[in-house]
Structures are given as C-alpha cells and as structure tokens.
C-alpha cells in the first residue's frame, strides 16, 4: 500500500461495490401483472400504475398532484410550457448542472440565462440569481444538485418579489426535504428523473409535481398530444405531444419507491461517516452541512479537492486507479459544455445571446478543479458491508493525498480522460452511467 496503483503498487480496494440499479422480488409480480392486462403503454392517461405511483410520489413530497412523464428531460420542458414560458422569455438556471437542465428551457423556446452557485453547496446562489433578473424573466430553475438543496426560502422571496415562476429541477432529489417541505414541492412545479443513474429508476422516466390545478391540466394535456385533461376545469389549448410514461415502467417505479426510504438511509449514514474521515485529511474539504436539510437525498457524495501541488483531475485518476469510482468533470459550467448546442439557426430566441462572455468563476472552479464526484451505489451497503466501504473510499482518498509528491512529480498526462469534458471522453467512457 505504499505505492499509488496509479504507479504499479496496490489498489485499496479490488472489490466491486453494490450493484446498480436494483430491484424488489415484487416487481417480477407487476410486471408480470402488465404483461397480461396487454395494457403496456400509457393511455389513456394515466394508466393504472401510473396514476398509483404519481399519486404516491406526490404524496411523498407534499404535493398535491403528480403526472409520470417520458423522462427528467421532458419533464422539465413541460413544466416551463405549463409555467407559461414563451418564445424569447428569459429563464435563470445555475451554471453547474446537467447540460438538460439548460436545454430544456431551449426546447421550450426560452432563452437559458447562466447565473452561479454558492461555494459550499454547488446549488444556484440565490443572490447570483438576483443580479441575473432582467424584464424579461419569467422564470428560475434552481436545481438541487448531488446532496445539497438550493436555499428555497431566499429564492421564493426572491421569484414573489419579481413575479417569477419557479420550477424545481429535483433529477437529484428524490426523498429529500428541505425545511420540512418536499423536493419538487416547494416551487411552482418540480421535475425529476428516473434515467437509470438516478435514486429511483425504471431505466427511464420521470415525474412532474405541482399542487396548482391549472398547471397540472396543462401537463395532462401535453403529455397526451393535447387532448383534454380529466378535470379540464382551465379548458387551456396546449400544443401537445406524445410524452406518456409505459406501464412497464411505472410498474418497476412502485418498487424504486418502497426501497428508497431504507436505501437513503444508508446513503445519510454513508455520506455522514465519509465526511467525519474527509474532515481529518489535509488536501480536501467535505461540504458543510446544510442545517435546512431535513430529509436528505444523496444522489452523488461530493467533495472538494483542496491539494495545490496536484490537479483535480490526477487525483480523481489515481483515487479511480485505488479502486474507488469518480469523476471530476462529471459536470461542466453548460455554457462551455459541448453538448450545449446553443446556436440562433437552431434556437432563433438567442439571436441577441452570446454565451462566450459568460463567466461563473465558481461553476468553473467547481468543475475544472475542486469537485470530486462518487456515485451513489459507492453508499448504499453501509449497515452491512457499508462500513468497510466508506473506510476504503476515505483510506483510498488518504493514501492519494499522502503521496501528493509522488504523483506532483509524475506525468501529468497520466490524469488521461479524467481531464477531458465526459462529452469529448472515447465512448465506452462517456457511456459510463454515473
Ligand atoms: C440535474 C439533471 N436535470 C435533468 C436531467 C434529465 O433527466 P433525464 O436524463 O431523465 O432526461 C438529469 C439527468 O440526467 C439531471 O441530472
């Protein structure tokens, strides 16, 4: 163990960690129960599955209602459609986020306005948020990112006194509670996703919730090519499309919902035992805790790399040669992400936009040095084999860190696609699901 595996000594850990996804003997049961009805897709709306686990999962979160939806993506284009965002509104998003969370509000024909995160959560700073308001915004996507919450009391004063919508981006939240209040519940509408990274999956999916009526026969709408909602109380005209959820899917998503109680458990318990150990190490900082949280969710366990004598994304390549998956760059600033197609020919609202002149130095610092990403299944056998696995992250992190000279006086080249965007890595790489 003396020398890095990155150098040819012994990884910490050859052991796999817990499998990802997983299910529930029950689910067999379910699916079985779809392939019989010869009810497999989603319509009408909603389909029996569906409506039993939208109105579950909205129950969940304190929201009034809940509409199963095609995927985290679609979800939030639909949420910003009912929200009532037209062709060149202004929308605010943080700067660090999955690149959908910006494209969305493209397809939406709005125009994403990047403002920056706070330092000690990656979630949009609030104040960022208000210096980014302009007349013609209408709405704000606060995206509680990884394991923190964005600080929703500020923002919703913050969107009251300005008029503005605002749409929860939750792919990461499934479960948590921020001031006592449901992820996705606390704004106007809230998305998430169930792609197969996530806390919850059915391969894909995903959900919008809303407690306003209106905005929730708006979404019955368009998932359903604009036909009438069941209660069609607004009576709105809605440009639809077909963005229904498969029973299939909704089926698996009973089970997701039964084990993600016990499964974050040993996230919290997990994530609170690898920041004790983070806290005793020079060279890397954990996040601070986040006293509004009272439930937690813990889609990734994130850190911040602290160690001036070697790059972030070294470190990450040795930490991962020690056996312990992560990533660096799992997320870019979006306006210099290259799957950020942002382009007036494509998206002719942002004929005055040009995002070359974006700067979110904190965003930048986050993904192109500072954070460092482990995925969630890395947590999720603390009570059993949890202990040791946590140990061996945090023995790993410490062994990388104590021999910094070691890899400061190596080739800097050996941080390889660790220091490329994960859109510019080879594809089996970029594949990867976490
Ligand atoms: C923050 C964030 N927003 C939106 C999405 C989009 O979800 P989906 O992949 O289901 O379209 C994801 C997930 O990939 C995400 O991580």
Same mark, same amino acid.
């Given at each position: ?22 299910? +529930? ?9 779809? #392939? ?18 939208? *109105?579950?999962?909205?129950? +969940? ?15 939030? %284009? ?36 990047? =403002? ?18 302009? /007349? @013609?915004? @209408?709405?704000? %996507? /606060? ?11 500020? +923002? ?39 792609? *197969? ?21 708006? +979404? ?26 498969? *029973? ?13 109680? &016990? ?5 919290? #318990? ?17 996040? &601070?805790?986040? &006293? ?13 790399? @602290? ?38 020919? %494509?998206? /002719? ?28 299944? #890395? ?16 023995? =790993? ?28 890595? /080879? ?8």
């Amino acid at each position: 163990m003396s020398v890095l595996a990155i150098l040819g000594g012994e990884p910490v850990r050859r052991d796999p960690f817990s499998r990802w996804p997983r299910y +529930l003997p029950s689910d067999a049961a379910r699916l079985e129960q779809v #392939l019989e009805s010869g009810h497999w897709g989603g319509f009408p709306v909603p389909s029996r599955y569906a409506a039993e686990f939208a *109105e579950k999962f909205a129950e +969940l979160h304190g929201a009034r209602y809940g509409l199963c939806i095609a995927n985290g993506t679609i979800a939030l %284009i639909a949420a910003l459609q009912a929200a009532g965002i037209k062709f060149g509104d202004e929308v605010i998003v943080p700067a660090y986020t999955w690149d959908g969370t910006a494209t969305a509000v493209l397809f939406a024909g709005g125009i994403p306005v990047f =403002a920056d995160v706070d330092p000690d959560t990656y979630c949009l700073d609030v104040q960022a948020a208000a210096r980014a308001i302009t /007349p @013609r915004t @209408r709405a704000i %996507i /606060p995206v509680h990112l990884a394991m923190r919450f964005t600080n929703m009391e500020a +923002l919703i004063a913050l969107a009251r006194s300005n008029n503005l919508k605002i749409v929860e981006d939750c792919a990461h939240a499934h479960g948590g509670e921020f001031q006592g209040r449901g992820a996705g519940s606390i704004g106007d509408l809230g998305c998430f996703s169930f792609q *197969e990274s996530k806390l919850m999956t059915a391969g894909e999916g995903g959900i919008v919730l809303t407690s306003n009526l209106a905005h929730f026969e708006h +979404l019955q709408s368009q998932v359903n090519c604009g036909r009438a909602s069941l209660t069609d109380q607004f009576q709105q005209q809605v440009l639809g499309s077909n963005y229904r959820m498969t *029973e299939w899917q909704a089926a698996m998503l009973l089970g997701q919902l039964e084990m993600l109680p &016990p499964l974050a458990e040993k996230r919290a #318990l997990g994530a609170k035992r690898l920041s004790a150990a983070l806290r005793s190490l020079d060279g890397v900082r954990p996040l &601070p805790p986040q &006293p509004g949280i009272t439930r937690e969710t813990n889609y990734c366990y994130v850190f911040q790399y @602290r160690d001036p004598r070697v790059s972030r994304d070294l470190f990450c390549t040795a930490l991962e040669a020690e056996g312990i998956p992560c990533d660096g760059r799992f997320y870019e600033p979006v306006y210099r992400s290259p799957l950020f197609c942002a382009s007036p020919e %494509i998206s /002719p609202q942002l004929r005055d936009t040009d995002y070359s002149k974006v700067h979110c130095p904190v965003s930048e610092r986050a993904a192109y040095h500072e954070a460092v990403w482990l995925p969630q299944f #890395l947590l999720i056998g603390a009570g059993d084999q949890g202990d040791r696995d946590v140990d061996d992250i945090a023995a =790993a992190i410490a062994k990388v860190l104590r021999h910094s000279d070691d890899l400061a006086s190596a080739d800097p080249s050996l941080a390889g696609q660790k220091a490329m965007s994960r859109a510019q890595r /080879p594809r089996k790489e970029r594949a990867k699901n976490y």
